[in-house]
C-alpha cells in the first residue's frame, strides 16, 4: 500500500490580498476577497478605478446596492473610495459546492445617476477538514477475493473547493490492502482498496484498517474513518444503477415529504449478497438539510424549504451496497424551478427631502431601486405612483427610476406630499409591494404680506393720553417661520409739516397702533397715515395699507364772546330808543364755540339786570329785546350781564356786561359816565373836549379810510371799528366750527353803537378797521352823512333785509 503526498509549493492562502480586473464590459469592476477576511479589510478604491475624486462620492450619494437586496458584504468608504469589507464572508455557506462564488453588487451615483456593477469573487480558503459521512466502513469480503479485486471506499466530503478540497487518501500499512485513488480534484477523488495479498478468514476474519483523506490546502486538514472488514465468503457482483445520472425538476416551495426522484440498483447475486441498500455519498451540507434518501427503496424526498432563490439545482451523488459491501455510485441532479413567490422590493436609494417649492419641472427628487429574487417573467417589474401628485416616475438605468416633479410646487397650497409607489411584477398571479414616500416641500419668500382691510379708520378723542391704543392693523402671509413673520411700521410722512412719528407709533410684532401724543381737534380733525407690512424673508416682501385717524371733539373750549368786546378792550354802550316797544330787538351777544357739535351749542341766559323786567334775551339766538314798553320811568342806563353756555358735558360758560342808554340821541345825556369806572368827579368840560378830539381824529381817519376803501380794486369791504356788532381780530380763535350748524352766528342786525375810552373824563373815539372775517361775503357799506352828532354812518348788509349801522 502506498500514500499520495501533495507538493508544498501547490496553493497558499494569503491573509491580505485581492486583485482587481476590469471587465472591459461597460465599465463594470471585479474584485476578489478570500473568504473569513475580517471587516474593514480593504479590497479596493472605486474612485481611482473610476477616475473620480474621492470627495464628490458624498456630494453625489454614492452607495453600494446588492442585486438581489440580500446581506450587504462590501461597503465603500466615501471620504477616500475605498471598498472594504462589511461582512466576513463564508464561501461555503454563500455558494454552497458551486465552482465560482460571485456576489453582483451595483455601485449607484446619484446626480447625474451612474450605475456600475461590482463583481466580488470569494475565493475559498482551507477552512474545512474532509470528512466522511459514515466514520466507520464495513465491508464483508469472500476470503476467495482473488489479489487485485477493488473495493470501492465512501467518499471523503469537504466544504472547500479546488486544491482546497479532498486531495487525497492514505491508508494504514497493512498486509493485506493498499489503497488506490481515483478520480480528479474538480470531479471528486475517491479511494479503492485493493486486494494484494489473498485473505484467510480461519487467520484472521476482521480486519480494522485507518484511512485518511486529506486537502490540499496550506496548512493541511484532514479527517479519518475506519474501515471493518469482515472475511467471508466469495461476492463476486457489485451493484449496478439503472442509469448513472437521473435528472430531475423540483418546483420551489414544494412541501416537505413530496417524492424528488427514485434511484434503482440491481445485484445479480442471490441472498443477502444481492440486497441493495441506498445512501448519500457525496452530498452538500446545505443540500444534506433539504433531502433524504430511504435507504431500502432508494427514494429521495423533500425534508427542507426549497428556494430557488437559495440555490438554484443540486447535485448529489448516490451508492448502492450490497450486503457483502460492494457498492457503485450514481448522480442526481435536481433543477429548482422558479414560482412567482416574491414579491418586488422596493429600496429608496436616495431622497432629497425636503424640496423647494421653486424647484423647476423635472427636478430629481428621488431614486427609486426596484429588485425581485424571482426570474424570468416573475421577474419583470412595473412600477406606477398615484395620479394626483406633481411627480412622475421615469424608469433610468436598468431597475433604476427617478421621480420627478412635472409642476411648479408651492407649500402654501399643498407643504407634504404621500407619494405611493407601485411596484408589481408579471408573475402569475402576479404580486405587488408598496412604498409611501413622505415629501415635505420647503418655504421660498414668494407670497407679501396681506393686509385684512385696503384701509382703517381710527377714532379718537381729542386730549387722550399719550400711549393709548388707537386701532390695530393686521397683515397675514402664507409663508412659513421668518418668511411668514409680519412685522410692521410706520410709512415716513408729514401731517401739518410734522412728522407722522410725532403724532403715532406701531408694534412691530402685534401692528397695535398707540398715540404718541395727545391730540387736540381744534389744531386739525383728521390725518392719514400709511402703516406698511414686511416678512422676514430674504428678500423681503412688503405691502401697505391706510389707516385714518379722525380726531373726535371733547367740549375744552368755553364760548368765546366776540361782541360786546371783554371788558378792558373798550366800554361799549348802546342806545335803545325810548318809544321802543315789547319786543323790539336792542342788542345782540355774538359768541362762538371753538370746539363742534354739540359742545358748541351755545344758549343765552340773563343772570344779572338793574331792571329785572325789562330786557330778556333769545336762548339761542343771543338777541335782547325790550320785554315791555319803555316808559320814562326806566332808567337811563341799564346794565346786564350775560352767561353764554354750551352744550357740552360738563358745560362750559362766559360772562359778559351789556351797558345801555335809554335816549334818543346823546345830547338828552347830562352826563355819560362810565359804567364800570368807580371815579364820580370827572370833569365834565375836559370829557367833553377829550371827546371832540376825539370825534374831530376819528373823523379824519374815517375819511382817508373810505377813499382807500374805494380805491382797492373792489376788494372786500372791511368794517372800520372794533368792538361792535362786527367779530375783533384780536379776539377770534384760530379755529372755529361751522358756525351755520352751531347757532353762534346766525344773523346781522342794525345796533347803533358808542363807545367810551373807558374813563369818566373821556369822551367818545372812533375804533379801527376790523378784520376780513367779520364781514359775511354777501355784506355791503354805506357811507351816511346823516347822523345827529354830524358823523358818518357806515351802514353793513349782511343779508339783505337787515342792516348794521356804525357811527
Known amino acids: 500500500m502506498g500514500s499520495c503526498a501533495l507538493s508544498a509549493s501547490m496553493f497558499s492562502l494569503w491573509s491580505v490580498m485581492f486583485s482587481v480586473f476590469w471587465s472591459g464590459i461597460h465599465g463594470d469592476f471585479t474584485y476578489t476577497v478570500p473568504e473569513e477576511t475580517k471587516r474593514q479589510f480593504v479590497f479596493g478604491n472605486i474612485a481611482k478605478d473610476l477616475g473620480l475624486a474621492a470627495h464628490r462620492l458624498a456630494a453625489r450619494r454614492a452607495r453600494i446596492n446588492s442585486e438581489d ?36 453588487y451595483e455601485f449607484v451615483l446619484a446626480n447625474p445617476l451612474e450605475v456600475h456593477r461590482i463583481s466580488l469573487v470569494i475565493e475559498d480558503v482551507n477552512d474545512n477538514a474532509p470528512k466522511f459521512l459514515n466514520e466507520r466502513i464495513t465491508f464483508e469480503i469472500q476470503e476467495s477475493a482473488s489479489k487485485g479485486q477493488r473495493f470501492r471506499l465512501d467518499e471523503a466530503h469537504d466544504s472547500d473547493l479546488g486544491h482546497n478540497g479532498v486531495n487525497g487518501y492514505s491508508l494504514e500499512k497493512n498486509d ?106 457525496r452530498i452538500a451540507d446545505n443540500a444534506a438539510q433539504l433531502f433524504t434518501i430511504d435507504k431500502v427503496t432508494g427514494q ?297 357739535g354739540q359742545n358748541a351749542w351755545l344758549s343765552y341766559h340773563i343772570i344779572k339786570s338793574s331792571d329785572a323786567g325789562l330786557f330778556t334775551i333769545g336762548l339761542h339766538t343771543g338777541e335782547i329785546r325790550a320785554q315791555r314798553d319803555i316808559t320814562e320811568s326806566d332808567n337811563m342806563k341799564q346794565n346786564l350781564v350775560i352767561s353764554v353756555k354750551d352744550n357740552g358735558q360738563p358745560s362750559l360758560s362766559t360772562t359778559c356786561s351789556v351797558y345801555l342808554i335809554i335816549s334818543d340821541n346823546l345830547a338828552e345825556v347830562p352826563e355819560f359816565k362810565d359804567m364800570t369806572s368807580e371815579e364820580n368827579n370827572s370833569n365834565l368840560t375836559s370829557y367833553l373836549i377829550i371827546a371832540l378830539v376825539s370825534v374831530s381824529t376819528f373823523f379824519l381817519t374815517f375819511i382817508i379810510l373810505i377813499l382807500a376803501v374805494r380805491f382797492c380794486h373792489r376788494r372786500k369791504p372791511r368794517l372800520l371799528f372794533d368792538g361792535a356788532v362786527a367779530i375783533p381780530s384780536a379776539y377770534l380763535p384760530p379755529n372755529y366750527a361751522d358756525v351755520d350748524g352751531t347757532g353762534t352766528m346766525r344773523s346781522s342786525y342794525n345796533y347803533d353803537a358808542y363807545l367810551t375810552t373807558g374813563s369818566r373824563t373821556s369822551d367818545f373815539k372812533f375804533v379801527r378797521s376790523y378784520n376780513d372775517n367779520t364781514l359775511p361775503a354777501g355784506g355791503t357799506l354805506k357811507l351816511h352823512q346823516n347822523d345827529p352828532f354830524g358823523a358818518s354812518v357806515i351802514t353793513l348788509n349782511t343779508t339783505g333785509d337787515e342792516e348794521v349801522r356804525i357811527a
Open 300 to 596: 429521495i424526498t423533500v425534508t427542507g424549504h426549497i428556494d430557488y432563490e437559495v440555490e438554484k439545482y443540486y447535485e448529489i451523488k448516490v451508492q448502492a451496497k450490497d450486503g457483502s459491501g460492494l457498492a457503485s455510485t450514481a448522480s442526481v441532479v435536481i433543477d429548482i424551478i422558479d414560482i412567482n413567490d416574491n414579491a418586488p422590493k422596493i429600496i429608496l436609494t436616495s431622497l432629497s427631502n425636503p424640496i423647494a417649492e421653486n424647484a423647476v419641472v423635472g427636478t430629481e427628487v428621488a431614486i427609486i431601486n426596484v429588485q425581485d429574487k424571482d426570474a424570468g417573467d416573475n421577474r419583470q417589474i412595473r412600477c406606477s405612483i398615484q395620479q394626483n401628485v406633481p411627480f412622475k416616475l421615469n424608469p433610468s438605468i436598468k431597475n433604476y427610476f427617478s421621480l420627478e416633479t412635472t409642476r411648479p410646487l408651492d407649500r402654501e397650497t399643498e407643504a407634504d406630499y404621500n407619494i405611493t409607489i407601485t411596484a408589481t411584477d408579471e408573475g402569475s398571479p402576479p404580486l405587488s409591494s408598496f412604498k409611501t414616500i413622505h415629501l415635505s416641500i420647503s418655504d421660498v419668500n414668494d407670497n407679501s404680506p396681506s393686509f385684512e382691510q385696503l384701509s382703517h379708520s381710527a377714532y379718537v378723542a381729542e386730549n387722550n393720553k399719550p400711549g393709548i391704543s388707537i386701532c390695530s392693523v393686521a397683515a397675514r402671509d402664507p409663508d412659513w417661520r421668518q418668511n411668514g413673520t409680519v412685522l410692521y411700521s410706520l410709512v415716513s410722512s408729514e401731517v401739518n409739516g410734522v412728522p407722522v412719528s410725532s403724532f403715532l407709533s406701531v408694534n412691530a410684532d402685534t401692528g397695535v397702533i398707540h398715540a404718541v401724543r395727545s391730540f387736540d381737534y381744534e389744531q386739525f380733525r383728521s390725518f392719514k397715515v400709511q402703516v406698511v407690512a414686511r416678512d422676514n424673508g430674504s428678500p423681503p416682501l412688503s405691502s401697505n395699507t391706510t389707516v385714518s385717524v379722525f380726531i373726535s371733539d371733547e367740549n375744552d373750549n368755553s364760548p368765546q364772546i366776540l361782541y360786546p368786546a371783554p371788558e378792558g378792550k373798550s366800554l361799549m354802550t348802546e342806545m335803545v330808543p325810548k318809544a321802543a316797544l315789547s319786543g323790539s330787538l336792542v342788542s345782540k351777544v355774538i359768541a362762538v364755540d371753538a370746539d363742534s
Open 69 to 104: 437586496s440580500g446581506k450587504r458584504y462590501a461597503d465603500v468608504n466615501l471620504k477616500n473610495g475605498d471598498l472594504f469589507v462589511a461582512e466576513t464572508m463564508d464561501r461555503e455557506m454563500l455558494c454552497g459546492s458551486r465552482t465560482n462564488c460571485i456576489l453582483n
Open 176 to 281: 493485506h490492502f493498499i489503497l488506490s485513488v481515483q478520480g480528479s480534484s474538480e470531479k471528486g477523488k475517491y479511494a479503492e482498496l485493493v486486494l494484494e495479498k489473498e485473505l484467510d478468514r480461519e487467520e484472521q476474519k476482521d480486519i480494522e484498517l485507518l484511512l485518511t483523506a486529506f486537502d490540499g490546502g496550506n496548512p493541511q486538514r484532514s479527517g479519518t474513518a475506519v474501515i471493518h472488514i469482515t472475511v467471508l465468503d466469495a461476492n463476486d457482483n457489485s451493484p449496478v444503477f439503472s442509469r448513472p445520472l437521473y435528472k430531475v425538476t423540483l418546483v420551489e416551495n414544494s412541501p416537505l415529504g413530496t417524492e424528488v426522484v427514485t434511484v434503482s440498483a440491481t445485484d445479480a447475486d442471490e441472498g443477502a449478497n444481492g440486497a441493495v441498500l441506498y445512501e448519500f455519498s
